[in-house]
């Protein structure tokens, strides 16, 4: 395939001189402390690798919890000729924030802004941030090539195609349809006011949904034609994390990581035969999966899934236009729970037209099918979605509509019946937690269908903890090592178990096998050095999602409420 951005930049090398960018996020100040939220969205590192391969300087800044004096200081040192916001709806007004402190520090810079919220809501972009030069369309990585290669070259910048501008928009390049060609995040990550490794666990292997939610701007945003980075590249990525900084943790962060059969089989086969044995979790949608896939799945790593559910009642599921069913959401995760992986489901309530006979199905879903995480959030309104653009069609939203609620969330209905409904699933969810707990005759069973399997061992061993029968968690962690004596987590979590049980000479025997496998691994390190045989400043490891969506807790908390 021809590289859309041209021979020309990407003969220049990697360490070429050109003009340089700053590529920038920011939590909302009610997220400073939120350790999700601070987290640099994934997009950036792919606009970086893109840039950095065609010869253009780029580094990151996570700006989150910075005041004026210390951005206008930071960018006035980087001085560079692009600097790129990230904006999503919840952190519009930070952006713009950042936006005026950018032209402060850099009167010449370009100044761009990209991201879901931007896209779909320009105009009102432009007249809340007047410092703004152009808004980046939807796919940023050509845009963004484009427009350095001519500020290098002397042109024009505001020709290079996927930009709206003040007085009008340039031409959208066409997807890239060969994603491997921006690269991998992790060889060129230089980012700034960031020290977690954690952060580059989280993976993105494709882009676009098959799906059609009126609540979602995925489509809109990326297309509704899924496009995929080849299972090689994903591989290459995680082997490099693995070397470069211990990384034995992922979360695939794809909208329908198993969207493509055949793909998900031949990536999970490279996983099997790399000897990396890493652990991982995904989402995806409860029509796209089946038993080859979760079994494939499970044997290469995955110990967690996440399904958007969205909804107990099929009433609701067709007023959200889902696209999925109550059959398919029943079998799926009951498979889930015979193949052995902790579950998760997301759901909405507060939705227009919702009943109170449609939370209180929703309940019993819950209780029946057993999740063992659910994250439950009201309904909200994001542009680029097609019920923001039916609430704005029926004069339900006003042109500003975002202007006056500062950070926070637009709900699309604010109201009793809401936040009876988030109590009423919460407590649910919660009464649930204990009944999901696979029981030894569910491991028995996982067993004897899948054989030895590494993610079985180590949530049998997890559960026995748990119910302090150490001695049969300790015999899982053991048939582990034997089994796979190059898997760093058996010795990690028969480690933690010795420790816990007095043998601390044997623990830091086990930590130090981890540590000879995954060299660096942060949580290892971490241990290592609370265990005295490690000096240095310790990091909390970011592995895996926090599981600390906000939706109902903002809801609840809301002002006035």
């Known amino acids: 395939m021809v590289d859309p951005v041209g021979r020309e930049a990407s003969r220049r090398g990697a360490e070429a001189s050109g003009p340089s960018a700053v590529l920038a996020y920011s939590a909302p100040r009610s997220g400073f402390g939120d350790e999700w939220m601070t987290f640099l969205p994934i997009g950036l590192g792919f606009l970086q690798a893109m840039a950095r391969t065609r010869g253009y ?23 560079p000729a692009v600097v790129g916001i990230s904006m999503f709806t919840f952190n519009r007004k930070r952006s713009a924030d950042l936006l005026a402190w950018a032209r402060e520090a850099c009167p010449g810079a370009v100044l761009l802004a990209g991201g879901p919220h931007p896209t779909h809501l320009a105009r009102e972009v432009f007249e809340d941030c007047p410092q703004l030069d152009a808004i980046v369309k939807g796919e940023g990585e050509v845009p963004l090539v484009e427009i350095l290669a001519r500020l290098a070259d002397g042109r024009d910048w505001r020709t290079a195609p996927g930009l709206v501008l003040r007085d009008g928009e340039t031409p959208s390049p066409p997807p890239l349809e060969d994603l491997d060609i921006m690269g991998a995040p992790v060889e060129h990550f230089q980012a ?6 954690g952060q580059l666990s989280y993976l993105s292997t494709s882009r676009g949904c098959p799906a059609t ?21 994903v591989l290459r990525e995680m082997r490099l994390l693995r070397e470069r900084h211990g990384l034995t943790y992922f979360s695939f962060r ?22 990396m044995h890493p652990l991982w979790n995904c989402q995806s949608r409860v029509n ?67 009943a109170w006979e449609d939370v209180e199905t929703t309940a019993a879903f819950i209780r029946e099918v057993r999740p ?55 407590r649910a969810a919660s009464a649930i937690k204990p009944k999901a707990i696979y ?22 061993g ?72 490690r000096r240095g400043r310790a990091w909390k490891a970011a592995q895996g999602p926090k599981a600390a969506m906000k939706g109902a807790q903002a809801y609840l908390e809301r002002e006035g409420s």
């Not at 700034?192 to 490794?197: A, E, I, K, S, T």
């Open 57 to 79: 300087p780029c580094r990151l800044a996570n700006l989150s919890g910075k005041g004026r004096k210390e951005v206008v200081e930071y960018l006035r040192r980087q001085a």
């Open 192 to 197: 700034d006011f960031l020290d977690d490794p």
């Open 213 to 233: 939610c009126n609540f979602c701007n995925t489509p809109e945003f990326w297309g509704s034609a899924v496009r995929f980075r080849s299972p090689a590249a």
């Open 254 to 275: 794809d909208d329908t990581f198993t969207a493509n059969k055949l793909r998900i089989l031949e990536l999970m086969r490279l996983i099997q035969a790399s000897g």
């Open 288 to 354: 796209l999966v089946d038993e080859d896939r979760l079994v494939a799945m499970k044997r290469a790593g995955c110990e967690f899934m996440q399904f958007g559910v969205e909804h107990g009642s099929e009433r609701v599921l067709k007023l959200l236009d889902k696209g999925t069913n109550m059959r398919q959401a029943r079998k799926a995760l009951e498979l889930v729970r015979r193949v052995g992986m902790n579950m998760g489901i997301y759901l909405i309530t507060g939705i227009p037209g919702e």
């Open 372 to 426: 063992h995480d659910v994250q439950i959030s009201p309904l909200a309104l994001y542009p680029g979605t097609r019920l923001f653009d039916r609430y704005r069609a029926e004069g339900r939203i006003s042109r500003d509509f975002f202007r006056g609620t500062g950070d926070a969330e637009v709900f699309a209905r604010v109201d009793a019946h809401t936040e009876k409904a988030l109590r009423h699933l919460e």
């Open 439 to 460: 029981t030894p005759e569910d491991f028995r069973a996982q067993k004897a269908w899948l054989g030895f399997c590494a993610v079985t061992n180590l949530l049998c």
């Open 462 to 533: 997890e559960a026995a903890e748990e119910a302090g029968n150490l001695r049969e968690a300790e015999a899982e962690y053991d048939e582990l090592v034997a089994q796979e004596p190059g898997n760093p987590w058996g010795f990690l979590k028969r480690a933690l178990l010795r420790r816990r049980t007095g043998r601390d000479a044997e623990a830091r025997a086990d930590l130090a096998e981890v540590l000879a496998l995954a060299p660096g691994n942060p949580e290892a390190e971490d241990l290592a050095r609370a265990w005295g045989t």
